[in-house]
């Protein structure tokens, strides 16, 4: 029998105050009427842990639009799951936040969109930075463990330093430098988010040199985004290998994205038990372990790596999922990755579509998410 999962990444809602032009959640986003109860989600959890699951990271959406997440937060401590709330801060306060921590809440995980106010505000589409950063002091005396995660991306990766500095001023555990990923809203917003190579190469010494400096005090983690890597991520850790999502309606998902995969049946924890979806779902069968890979991958040493890369991203940019990870320079499409990288850095000689702090993008994207209804 397959060993559980690791974690589990529980979307609690898809209601958000922000209108991020990077939301990764899908393009149809779950109504609120049809979220999972309480009674339902602590249900989920025991059935977790009872699976191996070690972590729980609650998301969304914003989870503080959730008025039962004391509860929520209650129930995974009460089954014994490491407990991480990502938010965007909007809807904490301390009269919020000292009953998630007496509950259990074990770890904050905040958003930040820039180190600038202005293009902070516009990317997220509301007036939320100067909350983000009242609320830092507040989450490092509460004494949870506390990381902040900085979405870069080709409008703001010119502040990567002014950015750290900023994360550096509010004194989390870790800190998270997080490229965007182009699934969802990103996909569409691709051409205006994706760095160019200057910019990358650049972000990796700014990387290295923070790294250095604040050894033993912030734990910085970051990567480089799958459109200049060599080689792809093993995404999830492997396709249902090592995480499971389950989205606010109970679809259980084994990436964020998994849903624009035509052909698949996400199976609910409203008809099935978490262990059955996990061991028997089609879904969570159809791409795990080494049978469904074609060549390059079935014969790649670094099929156990990374898996064949990202079957959402194949699907997107190369029309099938099935097919290796057009991201992976060995990937027989990996000419489709290489022209639109070629098309990004063409771009950035244009003075029009430079990066710029914020004042002048609003012409470069033209779709803009809207939250749960």
């Known amino acids: 029998m397959l060993p559980g999962p690791l974690a589990l990444i529980a979307e609690i809602t898809h209601r958000c105050p922000l209108h991020c032009v990077y939301c990764s959640n899908p393009l ?9 109860t309480t009674e339902e989600w602590v249900g989920v959890f025991r059935q977790a842990s009872k699976l191996g699951v070690l972590h729980l990271h609650l998301t969304g959406g914003e989870p503080l639009a959730r008025t039962d997440l004391t509860q929520l937060v209650d129930a995974a401590h009460a089954a014994g799951l490491y407990t991480n709330l990502i938010t965007s801060g909007i809807g904490l306060s301390e009269s919020r936040l000292t009953p998630l921590v007496k509950a259990g809440l074990d770890h904050v995980q905040l958003s930040f969109q820039n180190s600038r106010e202005s293009s902070a505000d516009w990317i997220a589409g509301t007036r939320a930075h100067a909350l983000k950063v009242e609320l830092a002091p507040m989450i490092c005396r509460s004494g949870v ?3 902040i995660n900085m979405v ?6 010119d502040h990567l330093e002014e950015m750290i500095a900023l994360a550096e001023s509010l004194h989390p555990d870790r800190l998270e430098i997080a ?3 182009y699934y969802g809203w990103a996909f569409k917003n691709r051409d205006a988010l994706l760095p160019t190579r200057k910019q990358v190469n650049d972000s990796l010494r700014i990387v290295s040199v923070a790294q250095e400096r604040l050894a033993g005090r912030i734990h910085i ?10 080689y792809p991520k093993a995404c999830m850790g492997g396709w249902g290998r090592q995480q499971l999502i389950i989205d606010p309606a109970g679809k259980a998902l084994p990436c964020h994205a998994a849903g624009v995969i035509p052909g698949l049946r996400f199976d609910t924890v409203r008809e099935h038990s978490l262990e059955w979806i996990w061991q028997e779902s089609n879904a969570f069968q159809k791409f795990r372990g080494e049978r469904w890979m074609p060549e390059p991958c079935r014969s790649c040493d670094r099929r156990g790596m990374d898996f064949g890369g990202c079957r959402c991203q194949a699907f997107l ?14 990937a027989p499409k990996h000419p489709l990755i290489e022209e639109v990288v070629a098309r990004v850095n063409a771009s950035s ?6 990066p710029h702090g914020g004042e002048k993008i609003d012409s470069l994207w033209s779709y803009r998410p809207q939250p749960g209804q």
């Not at 149809?28 to 999972?36: C, D, P, V, W, Y």
């Not at 999922?321 to 057009?326: E, G, H, Q, R």
């Not at 000689?349 to 430079?354: E, R, V, W």
């Open 221 to 230: 983690e970051a990567v480089v985004p799958d459109y200049y890597a060599r």
């Open 28 to 36: 149809q986003m779950a109504a609120a009427s049809s979220e999972l």
């Open 317 to 330: 940019v190369a029309g099938d999922a099935a097919s290796t990870d057009p991201a992976c320079s060995l």
């Open 152 to 157: 870069v991306h080709r409008q703001n990766l």
């Open 349 to 354: 000689d244009s003075a029009d579509n430079a």
């Open 179 to 181: 490229h965007v990923q």
């Open 145 to 147: 463990a506390f990381t």
